[in-house]
């Protein structure tokens, strides 16, 4: 359950572990949904929208889960689980529209160290910039869902809401894979799910021959007045298919009908 302490360690640390959100039955069937998924990519029997390590290697991160391709409507249920729509209504407020969901892996065969950023599509603004956008209310609610052990995503904690110090800086600009004093393991258990911010300044470091193999969801605040989007952004064009909505069960429409609204086409 989160509880009002998990809800306040985001606020100071920006992330929180917790255990015991969805059935021991919904973590086993993700778990399979999961597996083929991943196989039918490798295999190129699917392919939505996947990331991949180099060209056409391996995948580390499977978009398209809830598309009619895969097959597999549990992802758009677990999405509409209680537990995380009451979350994102307390965060994000009464208007929340879809985010993403997808399955962060690894290639096996090399590491795969993502370098440290936060997620503001500016790698170095000045102090007042970067303010202003930390200030900005929490415009995401996102968690991993741990299918084996993961131990990849590392974060400042509190980096969050403050600017960047000299020695971030000089590492998020000119030595990304370089350490950080403060950096943070969030290690996850199967079954265990870290809620964190993109705000923070983070990290996925992927290692040879250890798989990861992690869930990653998301709901989106509404902002007041929000323009429509100049261009759709390519990682979600495949969403405008109709296909894809009619697959979606009923509840999660207008999560998806608020997102569509956004987009020019
Ligand atoms: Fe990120």
């Given at each position: 359950?989160?509880?009002?302490?998990?809800?306040?360690?985001?606020?100071?640390?920006?992330?929180?572990?917790?255990?015991?959100?969805?059935?021991?039955?919904?973590?086993?069937?993700?778990?399979?949904?999961?597996?083929?998924?991943?196989?039918?990519?490798?295999?190129?029997?699917?392919?939505?929208?996947?990331?991949?390590?180099?060209?056409?290697?391996?995948?580390?991160?499977?978009?398209?889960?809830?598309?009619?391709?895969?097959?597999?409507?549990?992802?758009?249920?677990?999405?509409?689980?209680?537990?995380?729509?009451?979350?994102?209504?307390?965060?994000?407020?009464?208007?929340f529209r879809l985010g993403w969901?997808?399955?962060?892996?690894?290639?096996?065969?090399?590491?795969?160290?993502?370098?440290?950023?936060?997620?503001?599509?500016?790698?170095?603004?000045?102090?007042?910039?970067?303010?202003?956008?930390?200030?900005?209310?929490?415009?995401?609610?996102?968690?991993?869902?741990?299918?084996?052990?993961?131990?990849?995503?590392?974060?400042?904690?509190?980096?969050?809401?403050?600017?960047?110090?000299?020695?971030?800086?000089?590492?998020?600009?000119?030595?990304?894979?370089?350490?950080?004093?403060?950096?943070?393991?969030?290690?996850?258990?199967?079954?265990?799910?870290?809620?964190?911010?993109?705000?923070?300044?983070?990290?996925?470091?992927?290692?040879?021959?250890?798989?990861?193999?992690?869930?990653?969801?998301?709901?989106r605040?509404c902002?007041?007045?929000?323009?429509?989007a100049?261009?759709?952004?390519?990682?979600f064009?495949?969403r405008?298919?109709?296909?894809?909505?009619?697959?979606?069960?009923?509840?999660?429409?207008?999560y998806y009908d608020r997102w569509r609204k956004l987009q020019?086409?």
């Amino acid at each position: 359950m989160i509880t009002a302490e998990h809800l306040d360690q985001y606020r100071q640390e920006g992330y929180f572990i917790v255990d015991d959100l969805i059935p021991k039955e919904m973590f086993e069937e993700l778990y399979a949904a999961c597996r083929r998924v991943k196989d039918k990519v490798r295999a190129g029997e699917v392919d939505v929208y996947t990331h991949w390590a180099a060209e056409k290697s391996e995948p580390w991160c499977i978009r398209g889960l809830i598309a009619p391709e895969f097959k597999e409507p549990l992802f758009a249920e677990y999405m509409l689980h209680k537990p995380f729509v009451d979350c994102a209504r307390q965060m994000l407020g009464d208007e929340f529209r879809l985010g993403w969901i997808d399955l962060r892996t690894n290639p096996h065969h090399e590491d795969f160290p993502g370098g440290w950023h936060r997620d503001i599509g500016n790698k170095d603004p000045s102090l007042e910039e970067e303010m202003e956008i930390l200030n900005q209310p929490v415009r995401d609610l996102r968690w991993y869902l741990a299918l084996i052990e993961d131990a990849c995503l590392q974060i400042v904690p509190g980096s969050h809401h403050r600017n960047r110090t000299e020695e971030e800086r000089e590492c998020l600009v000119n030595s990304p894979n370089s350490d950080l004093s403060g950096q943070k393991t969030i290690k996850l258990k199967p079954g265990q799910f870290g809620f964190w911010s993109g705000m923070t300044i983070h990290r996925g470091t992927m290692k040879k021959d250890v798989e990861r193999l992690t869930l990653a969801a998301s709901w989106r605040k509404c902002q007041a007045d929000e323009p429509v989007a100049e261009k759709v952004d390519g990682r979600f064009e495949w969403r405008l298919k109709e296909s894809v909505r009619a697959f979606l069960p009923a509840e999660m429409h207008i999560y998806y009908d608020r997102w569509r609204k956004l987009q020019p086409v």
